[in-house]
């Protein structure tokens, strides 16, 4: 009963109905439930057609088939089979993070019935962190990065600091603080070829956030970024820069397997500039805007991602909110899943694939909320339960002058970039595809 009571379960499972990753409850007392899920992907296949989601009256049960893998969610929340499957994704870019799609489709071209958790023993921790976040954070459900709110002279002069210390096949220098993005300096040949996804940054983020190991000391470990390059590893080097608080951390990634000391030279020299300018106690006391700053009365809460951004194509896709600690009345996790799942909905039927919308007012039980999608920007606000329509929208006009004013604050609207190396084809796209056992 206790298990059931999970409001959503995912399980994941290999073609030939393997069980590889359960989030609640063990794989192997659950193999036969992952065995009739195989049974039922393989029936539909067999009439030349493709299981999407099962409707039942309290659970939505969606499918995502990513050979060699099968992963399913089981949900009773009110959430869109778009949205589930998108989290279905994550869990799927996790896995390929650690070990690659190349490396995973040649495994199991090459035994159809192995046991893909003896490389992933030890990341269960990993995939339930994202989960997690999944659950309580809204970057995943607007695809979008929540940076540090900062003051732009600091974040463009930590930005510098990065800029100076490199080296050859350096291709990403980020800079996360309290487990957001505060910088990222990119290479420019790979600006040039792709930009950095999302959902990549979330990976990262996740890895970080979810082993207290690389708290220890310095870091060098193999990673993908499946939507840069689903098949190459980078080397990431992860240090944290102000223990033993370690909210301040630095990632660093290149192609090159061998550039551990080379990186750790970068680091070093960093950290020296960022004491030299007082960066970091600077951070240290950056403090959260509360939603009382806007100066919107009767607003509890938003959410604001812009497309106006500039050089729009290679921009990573940034938003703001009222800060992660939200004030009264969403203070206790009930609260706050509560507000969340209503974003969702709204979410949900702005984005419906039968019936977009560009603005909804929505009248909740205890409180009102405005969601509306422009050219330039998506928003989702919460308001007191007795606003009008035409309050809230006169709200929103003072709100949106605002985050105008605060945009340089609130984003990263210039990223920085750097030149590393003469042979820009190498650093832009990865190293060639290691194989795993070299990982």
Same mark, same amino acid.
């Given at each position: 009963?206790?298990? !059931?009571?999970?409001?959503?379960?995912?399980?994941?499972?290999?073609?030939?109905?393997?069980?590889?990753?359960?989030?609640?409850?063990?794989?192997?007392?659950?193999?036969?439930?992952?065995?009739?899920?195989?049974?039922?992907?393989?029936?539909?296949?067999?009439?030349?057609?493709?299981?999407?989601?099962?409707? @039942?009256?309290?659970?939505?049960?969606? *499918?995502?088939?990513?050979?060699?893998?099968?992963?399913?969610?089981?949900?009773?929340?009110?959430?869109?089979?778009?949205?589930?499957?998108?989290?279905?994704?994550?869990?799927?870019?996790?896995?390929?993070?650690?070990?690659?799609?190349?490396?995973?489709?040649?495994?199991?071209?090459?035994?159809?019935?192995?046991?893909?958790?003896?490389?992933?023993?030890?990341?269960?921790?990993?995939?339930?962190?994202?989960?997690?976040?999944?659950?309580?954070?809204?970057?995943?459900?607007?695809?979008?990065?929540?940076?540090? $709110?900062?003051?732009?002279?600091? !974040?463009?002069?930590?930005?510098?600091?990065?800029?100076?210390? +490199?080296? $050859?096949?350096?291709?990403?220098? +980020?800079?996360?603080?309290?487990?957001?993005?505060?910088?990222?300096?990119?290479?420019?040949?790979?600006?040039?070829?792709?930009?950095?996804?999302?959902?990549?940054?979330?990976?990262?983020?996740?890895?970080?956030?979810?082993?207290?190991?690389?708290?220890?000391?310095?870091?060098?470990?193999?990673?993908?970024? /499946?939507?840069?390059?689903?098949?190459?590893?980078?080397?990431?080097?992860?240090?944290?820069?102000?223990? /033993?608080?370690?909210?301040?951390?630095?990632?660093?990634?290149?192609?090159?397997?061998?550039?551990?000391?080379?990186?750790?030279?970068?680091?070093?020299?960093?950290? #020296?500039?960022?004491?030299?300018?007082?960066?970091?106690?600077?951070?240290?006391?950056?403090?959260?805007?509360?939603?009382?700053?806007?100066?919107?009365?009767?607003? !509890?809460?938003?959410?604001?991602?812009?497309?106006?951004?500039?050089?729009?194509?290679?921009?990573?896709?940034?938003?703001?909110?009222?800060?992660? #600690?939200?004030?009264?009345?969403?203070?206790?996790?009930?609260?706050?899943?509560?507000?969340?799942?209503?974003?969702?909905?709204?979410?949900?039927?702005?984005?419906?694939?039968?019936?977009?919308?560009?603005?909804?007012?929505?009248?909740?039980?205890?409180?009102?909320?405005?969601?509306?999608?422009?050219?330039?920007?998506?928003?989702?606000?919460? *308001?007191?339960?007795?606003?009008?329509?035409?309050?809230?929208? @006169?709200?929103?006009?003072?709100?949106?002058?605002? +985050?105008?004013?605060?945009?340089?604050?609130? *984003?990263?609207?210039? $990223? $920085?970039?750097?030149?590393?190396?003469?042979?820009?084809?190498?650093?832009? !796209?990865?190293?060639?595809?290691?194989?795993?056992?070299?990982?």
């Amino acid at each position: 009963d206790s298990w !059931r009571q999970h409001r959503k379960h995912v399980f994941v499972l290999s073609e030939a109905g393997k069980p590889i990753y359960s989030r609640y409850g063990s794989e192997e007392a659950l193999s036969s439930t992952m065995g009739v899920m195989m049974a039922l992907v393989s029936f539909v296949q067999s009439g030349d057609n493709i299981i999407r989601s099962v409707y @039942s009256e309290e659970h939505t049960v969606v *499918f995502l088939h990513k050979e060699p893998l099968v992963l399913v969610c089981v949900s009773s929340s009110r959430q869109s089979e778009r949205q589930l499957r998108g989290e279905l994704l994550y869990v799927y870019y996790q896995i390929i993070s650690m070990l690659t799609r190349a490396s995973i489709s040649r495994i199991f071209q090459h035994k159809k019935n192995y046991d893909l958790r003896r490389l992933l023993a030890g990341s269960e921790k990993i995939l339930d962190g994202l989960l997690n976040l999944v659950d309580s954070d809204p970057s995943f459900l607007l695809a979008a990065v929540h940076c540090l $709110p900062l003051a732009s002279s600091l !974040r463009d002069s930590v930005s510098q600091i990065l800029q100076k210390a +490199i080296t $050859p096949n350096l291709v990403f220098s +980020i800079l996360i603080a309290r487990n957001q993005l505060l910088t990222i300096v990119q290479e420019k040949t790979v600006i040039e070829d792709a930009r950095l996804e999302p959902a990549d940054v979330h990976l990262l983020l996740n890895l970080i956030g979810a082993s207290s190991a690389f708290q220890a000391g310095e870091i060098w470990t193999p990673i993908c970024l /499946p939507l840069f390059n689903p098949d190459c590893y980078f080397y990431a080097y992860i240090s944290y820069l102000d223990p /033993p608080e370690c909210t301040v951390c630095l990632l660093l990634l290149s192609t090159d397997k061998e550039a551990f000391y080379a990186v750790a030279e970068c680091k070093r020299k960093i950290e #020296e500039a960022m004491v030299a300018q007082n960066s970091l106690s600077l951070i240290a006391k950056v403090q959260p805007y509360s939603v009382s700053q806007v100066g919107v009365s009767d607003l !509890r809460h938003f959410m604001y991602k812009p497309f106006d951004v500039p050089d729009n194509h290679r921009q990573l896709t940034q938003f703001t909110r009222r800060s992660p #600690e939200m004030e009264a009345p969403y203070c206790s996790e009930e609260e706050k899943m509560r507000l969340l799942d209503l974003y969702r909905y709204m979410h949900s039927r702005i984005h419906s694939t039968s019936r977009p919308l560009k603005l909804i007012y929505h009248v909740a039980e205890r409180e009102t909320l405005l969601a509306w999608v422009t050219s330039k920007f998506e928003l989702y606000s919460c *308001f007191s339960p007795l606003v009008t329509k035409a309050c809230a929208i @006169s709200a929103i006009t003072k709100l949106l002058r605002w +985050i105008k004013k605060e945009e340089d604050r609130l *984003f990263i609207r210039y $990223p $920085p970039k750097y030149s590393t190396t003469p042979n820009p084809s190498r650093s832009s !796209r990865g190293p060639k595809n290691p194989l795993l056992s070299g990982a």
